[in-house]
């Protein structure tokens, strides 16, 4: 089956402590994006990436640091510098970084961070 | 700028139609979409509508487009239990590069 798979499900950290989140796609869609969800919150973007080794910042990048050096997979490290981390990460990925081809979305990682 | 508004909640009755609301200012936007979020789950894609067209009908889902009033809404049919979901509305301004802007999203509570 094809899709895009997140992992962990559930994440624990302590304050001060970096974190890498997983994301690989075996749609082979070029982009990848991760968002961010809060309570009561639409998703904002964080960082995206519309082909290998190139990645752009999104609205909220500041904490966050990523890769792209594979098309498959694109983690997400939350840094001890992003003030309130403890949310809903999601993961997507559209077929091209053009606005006819929709996202399709992993199942997202909860991140506590205490 | 960019913004997009929903209303937060509904609640309707299991057999009844739904129909959640969803403005938006980017005047440019190519594509609008909707998609559906279950408890602890990522989102999935429900339809996506053209901004040159104002009707799309998939199954017992109606979006309808009000361009000039930038006015989207989906409509349910028939609304079952397993509608219960937050439903998210987004736009994807000129020159996104896919880059969606999202409403807050309506929760749908369906009772029987």
């Known amino acids: 089956d094809g899709g895009i798979t997140q992992s962990p499900k559930y994440l624990f950290r302590k304050e001060g402590q970096n974190v890498t989140l997983s994301c690989e796609q075996n749609?082979?869609?070029?982009?990848m994006y991760w968002y961010r969800q809060d309570p009561g919150q639409g998703l904002r973007l964080i960082y995206y990436s519309q082909i290998v080794n190139d990645f752009q910042k999104g609205d909220i990048a500041e904490g966050y640091s990523v890769s792209r050096e594979k098309k498959e997979s694109f983690p997400l490290t939350v840094t001890s510098a992003q003030k309130n981390p403890t949310a809903f990460y999601l993961c997507a990925s559209s077929m091209k970084a053009s606005s006819n081809s929709p996202l399709h979305f992993g199942n997202g990682t909860r991140l506590t961070v205490t | 700028g960019e913004d997009v508004e929903q209303s937060l909640f509904l609640s309707v009755r299991e057999g009844d139609s739904s129909v959640i609301n969803c403005t938006y200012t980017d005047s440019s936007s190519t594509y609008l979409y909707w998609y559906k979020q279950e408890p602890g789950a990522g989102l999935q894609l429900l339809t996506y509508i053209f901004s040159n067209m104002d009707m799309k009908q998939d199954q017992r889902l109606t979006v309808l487009l009000n361009k000039k009033d930038k006015h989207l809404s989906l409509r349910i049919a028939d609304t079952q239990t397993g509608d219960s979901a937050i439903y998210f509305c987004?736009?994807?301004?000129?020159?996104?590069?896919?880059?969606?802007?999202f409403g807050a999203g309506t929760r749908l509570a369906v009772h029987p």
């Open positions: 987004a736009e994807i301004p000129a020159g996104g590069y896919n880059k969606l802007i």
């Open positions: 749609l082979n869609h070029d982009a």
